[in-house]
Antibody, heavy 120, light 108 residues
Framework: EVQLVESGGGLVQPGGSLRLSCAAS????????MHWVRQAPGKGLVWVSR????????SYADSVKGRFTISRDNAKNTLYLQMNSLRAEDTAVYYC?????????????WGQGTLVTVSS | SYVLTQPPSVSVAPGKTARITCGGN??????VHWYQQKPGQAPVLVIY???DRPSGIPERFSGSNSGNTATLTISRVEAGDEADYYC???????????FGGGTKLTVL
């Protein structure tokens, strides 16, 4: 059974940093692209970032470019999102999701999400 | 950047057909995926590549995509279909994912 379990969320002050993790199991992690998608309270889904299978290629939403870094450790079956210079508008539930290893493919499995709250 | 436009809400009586649209410039040239999200839950893929259904998704769910509009159709709507629905594409020019704003489906 495919499982994605996020962790690392919490309360952080504006300007602070946080690292999210997504532990994957039930599939060959190194064969899939991985994504982060966020959802502010009461709002819609927003794509944040993706990383290819071996970690050599990444892309970001304009709103997080230069502040967030996506990475993966295929030996540990874990996806990460390093979030720096956090702002109030980054407050959201962050989901990790997987897709097939080519651009344009669907996000077929999602984790349950981890809440990040940026507030003083 | 590429923009997807969905109606904020759609209402339908049980047993009828619901159609949720997703508008975008020449969206027919892109692959559209649809997700269902119920309150407090993670999104679930219900349609991929315009019209394919993942295993476990009822045949009542179907999709189409042409011109500037993609459509998710839910036939014989049930109370359990009440949820938020999101369309999504990949914008190859910016190498970014894009979601529509979401549509709340209400079953009357």
């Amino acid at each position: 059974e495919v499982q994605l379990v996020e962790s690392g969320g919490g309360l952080v002050q504006p300007g602070g940093s946080l690292r999210l993790s997504c532990a994957a199991s039930g599939f060959t992690f190194s064969s899939y692209w991985m994504h982060w998608v966020r959802q502010a309270p009461g709002k819609g889904l927003v794509w944040v970032s993706r990383i290819n299978s071996d970690g050599s290629s990444t892309s970001y939403a304009d709103s997080v470019k230069g502040r967030f870094t996506i990475s993966r450790d295929n030996a540990k079956n874990t996806l990460y999102l390093q979030m720096n210079s956090l702002r109030a508008e980054d407050t959201a539930v962050y989901y990790c999701a997987r897709s097939d290893s080519y651009s344009g493919s669907q996000l077929d499995y999602w984790g349950q999400g981890t809440l990040v709250t940026v507030s003083s | 950047s590429y923009v997807l436009t969905q109606p904020p809400s759609v209402s339908v009586a049980p047993g009828k057909t619901a159609r949720i649209t997703c508008g975008g410039n020449n969206i027919g040239s892109k692959s559209v995926h649809w997700y269902q999200q119920k309150p407090g839950q993670a999104p679930v893929l219900v349609i991929y590549y315009d019209s394919d259904r993942p295993s476990g998704i009822p045949e009542r769910f179907s999709g189409s995509n042409s011109g500037n509009t993609a459509t998710l159709t839910i036939s014989r709507v049930e109370a359990g279909d009440e949820a938020d629905y999101y369309c999504q594409v990949w914008d190859s020019s910016s190498d970014q994912g894009v979601f529509g704003g979401g549509t709340k489906l209400t079953v009357l």
